[in-house]
């Protein structure tokens, strides 16, 4: 619940057109009125006050059947965003020469809301490659990556994170708190969050959450593959020291 102050100064029209903007996917081809309207949980009327101010600046773009799509204004925003990330030029080597060790993809990502973006991918040319790319999300609660970031977020954070999920739906809220949970016991375990099979079912994973040199919010870093040629006992065994170590030379 917001405080009286913080309801001051919360703007929700700004709040709802900044929803329209986050609720497109990667793999939309253009969504109505109607579409963004279900996703946002907004009236009609209201998205397309919202869809036709984003539109005239830029931020959207409609097509001749009246589908928006995200426009090239947001690029700007998010290229702008990356180029801030300093610590991106410092983890890539590291990132890249794991991946090269382990034959696996390695990414490095930041929690918005209930996901994980990818910010940079280091891929092996050895092996076959998760198809994610910067800017791909993964769930927060069965991803290796969310997990990670569960178990360090502070506990303000952690129940932020469960409203959030309680305000959208009782299953999403449930899994929520077994990814905690479950994150809470690799982390004591293993020292980092593990996803076998539990994100993807072809798909293993395992991570670790940090925060980089020179300030900035907290990141999770993962290695993972296919389950046929990575498998678990590999990542805890083989990679996982050296993914905590990278971590390590991350952390501020």
């Known amino acids: 619940m917001q405080s009286s102050l913080e309801e001051r100064y919360f703007i929700t029209a700004l709040a709802r057109g900044l929803d329209v903007l986050a609720c497109f996917r990667v793999a939309d081809k253009g969504l109505s009125n109607q ?132 305000d959208l739906d009782e299953m999403i809220h449930q899994s929520m708190q077994n990814g905690l949970a479950r994150a809470l016991r690799d982390q004591q375990e293993y020292g980092c969050a593990t996803s076998f099979g539990e994100w993807q079912p072809d798909i293993n994973g395992i991570a670790v959450s940090f925060m980089p040199i020179g300030g900035g919010q907290r990141m999770s870093i993962n290695c993972g593959g296919p389950a046929t040629s990575v498998t678990k006992e590999y990542l805890l065994e083989e990679v996982r020291p050296r993914l905590i170590e990278m971590a390590r030379r991350l952390e501020s």
């Open 35 to 166: 579409q963004i309207a279900e996703r946002c949980k907004l009236p009609k009327s209201t998205v397309t006050r919202f869809t036709y101010t984003l539109t005239t600046l830029g931020y959207l773009t409609q097509d001749g059947n009246g589908k928006y799509a995200l426009g090239s204004a947001t690029l700007r925003l998010g290229s702008t965003m990356l180029q801030g990330l300093d610590i991106r030029d410092m983890a890539r080597p590291m990132m890249q020469e794991l991946a090269d060790f382990s034959a696996t993809t390695v990414a490095l990502a930041v929690r918005d809301r209930l996901s994980m973006i990818y910010v940079d991918v280091c891929r092996s040319a050895a092996a076959l490659s998760l198809s994610l790319q910067v800017g791909s999300r993964l769930q927060l609660a069965a991803s290796a990556l969310g997990r990670a970031y569960l178990a360090k977020a502070s506990e303000a954070e952690r129940n932020d994170i469960l409203t959030r999920s309680r």
